[in-house]
């Protein structure tokens, strides 16, 4: 009896170990915008034709590899997220520097630009 509780604990401890080195790879992680596949920089020329892509995240979910990818595209920004296969998957303008820019324009207007 000594033993097989034994045993059942060791499988519990290794399937333990197992699951959790396979999420282990989950996560995300920046890259060089260099290391992008081809098919991804080919998707977001495309959708992009003038943008210059600025950083890029690779992030695995569930096993599925997912990038994120920062694109300037005249005075805008995007946040394009892209499959492995080149499949845009969702397009969202950083709304970040517009607001920048509205708090110094007030600074502005309200004399406070300390010139």
């Not at 499949?87 to 969202?92: P, V």
């Amino acid at each position: 009896m000594y033993c097989d509780i034994f045993s059942r604990a060791s499988m519990a401890l290794i399937l333990l170990a197992a699951v959790s080195s396979s999420r282990a790879d989950d996560g995300e992680q920046e890259i060089d915008v260099e290391d992008l596949p081809a098919k991804v920089v080919a998707a977001i020329e495309k959708k992009f034709p003038e943008g210059k892509i600025t950083e890029a995240e690779m992030e695995v979910e569930d096993g599925v590899t997912v990038y994120e990818v920062e694109v300037e595209d005249g005075d805008d920004e995007f946040e394009v997220e892209v499959s492995a296969d080149g499949e845009i998957l969702d397009i969202e303008e950083d709304e970040d520097d517009e607001d920048e820019d509205e708090d110094e324009d007030e600074d502005d207007e309200d004399g406070d630009d300390n010139k």
